[in-house]
């Protein structure tokens, strides 16, 4: 429908942006289409297998070879991964052995390292105890020496160990203690109310301070020696655990690595006594 207007002649012309209502040659009008109406699939065009290009020798040659060879990279792939995971498994396993196996090595070495040094505390131990002992023995020796008068206490201890019906004793002493016990006997510093009579005799074989009391079947040994090597005992038990060679007493040269044997130290308080017969002691 065109636009004019009176008044301007060049407004009878048809604007551009108008449309004529009548369409143009092929084209139709749009419609809704029928709800069940089958499209049909429409059939792809033929393809002339005759003109497909067929591949060459040369070409399935390199197409083998090219499928050949990625096969075997995965296959490599695939290989050294598992091949990785079983050698890292087993390589550890080797290393957590040699490493217990070094370490009972080095325990061992420790403890042949450490063994010397226990035995050489051990023997220091014994050693300074037996120069104690020694050491008092010496300044025992020199005060009795000194004292002679301690011969008295001897006698008098190691007479209370005598059976009650003795009546007849001996006492035998070093030459040295010997005036010291008669002065005590003739003093009456050793009688006993049982009515005991003494008689007094010499031995260089004792030492200075030790005694032997002798009287029918008992016998009484209180040397010096004898009470020393007791107390050396007990004390060799309490500080070393065992027992082992007084003072006195040389180590022999071939045993001086062995253990002591071990044994109970003998009585530490007062004289030994042996009997023989019935006699009590």
């Known amino acids: 429908m065109a636009v004019s207007s009176s008044s301007d002649p060049a407004a009878t ?12 040659p092929g084209v ?17 065009d033929p393809v002339d297998e005759a003109s497909a290009p067929v591949p060459s020798e040369a070409d399935l040659i390199e197409a083998h070879r090219a499928a050949a060879q990625n096969g075997y990279a995965e296959g ?44 050489l505390d ?10 104690s002992m020694q050491i008092a023995r ?3 020796y020199r005060e009795l020496t000194l004292a002679p008068e301690q011969i008295e206490v001897v006698a008098r201890e190691a007479l209370t160990a005598l059976p009650a019906a003795v009546r007849k004793v001996v006492l035998i002493c070093h030459p040295e203690d010997l005036a010291a016990l008669e002065a005590s006997v003739q003093a009456g510093s050793l009688a006993q109310a049982r009515g005991q009579s003494f008689e007094i005799r010499s031995d260089e074989s004792i030492l200075p301070g030790g ?8 016998e009484i040994q209180a040397a010096v020696d004898a009470r020393l090597d007791a107390r050396w005992a007990a004390l060799s038990l309490r500080l070393l655990g065992t027992a082992v060679p007084g003072p006195g007493e040389p180590i022999p040269v071939d045993q001086a690595d062995d253990q002591p044997t071990h044994h109970s130290a003998p009585e530490a308080n007062g004289p030994s ?9």
């Open 211 to 218: 005694l032997r009391i002798e009287s029918g079947d008992s």
């Open 138 to 140: 010496s300044i025992l």
């Open 76 to 119: 490599k792939a695939l290989g050294h991964k598992a091949g990785y995971e079983a050698g890292y498994a087993e390589g550890m396993a080797a290393a957590r052995d040699e490493i217990e196996r070094l370490e009972r090595r080095l325990q061992g070495w420790l403890h042949t390292l450490a063994q010397p040094l226990a035995d």
């Open 122 to 131: 051990k023997e220091v131990s014994a050693q300074l105890a037996r120069l």
């Open 28 to 44: 139709t009008a749009w419609s809704l289409p029928e709800l069940n109406q089958v499209i049909e699939p429409v059939a792809a």
């Open 13 to 24: 012309k048809e604007s551009p942006v108008i449309r004529p209502l009548d369409p143009g």
């Open 273 to 281: 006594v042996s009997t023989s017969g019935d006699t009590a002691s």
